[in-house]
């Protein structure tokens, strides 16, 4: 396989992934406005993956790629954090508040979230 083959399949990896909503990518401690960012690692270390309003349905459950330790909420609106992937409620879950909730050690390890509406 020629250089440039590999490099068009990455590309075209790479636009598939974007594509979807939903990024995952190696470790960046910044999280932006209008995001939901889960690291796999305590105190926002390890593999990250962002949410946003579009990416996440207000209302649905969404399973996360990365399982998460800790997380930050700078959406515009409330969002919940299940143990479950699920968002059985018959184990862990707590409610944050929006625009701006930082948790460097969750309490838990989060596996689904619930976004919710205005």
Known sequence: MS????????VITAGAVASSGIAVAQSDKTCDKGEFCV???ADYTGTVQRLDV???NPGECITLTVTGKSFANRL?????????ENCSTEAEFTTYPKHGTYVPDAYF??????VWGP
């Open 109 to 114: 390890v989060i596996r689904g979230l619930q």
């Open 76 to 84: 515009s609106r409330d969002a919940t954090v299940y143990q479950r």
């Open 3 to 10: 250089t440039k083959s590999i490099i068009a399949a990455l």
């Open 39 to 41: 690291w796999s690692g």
């Open 54 to 56: 579009e990416s996440a």
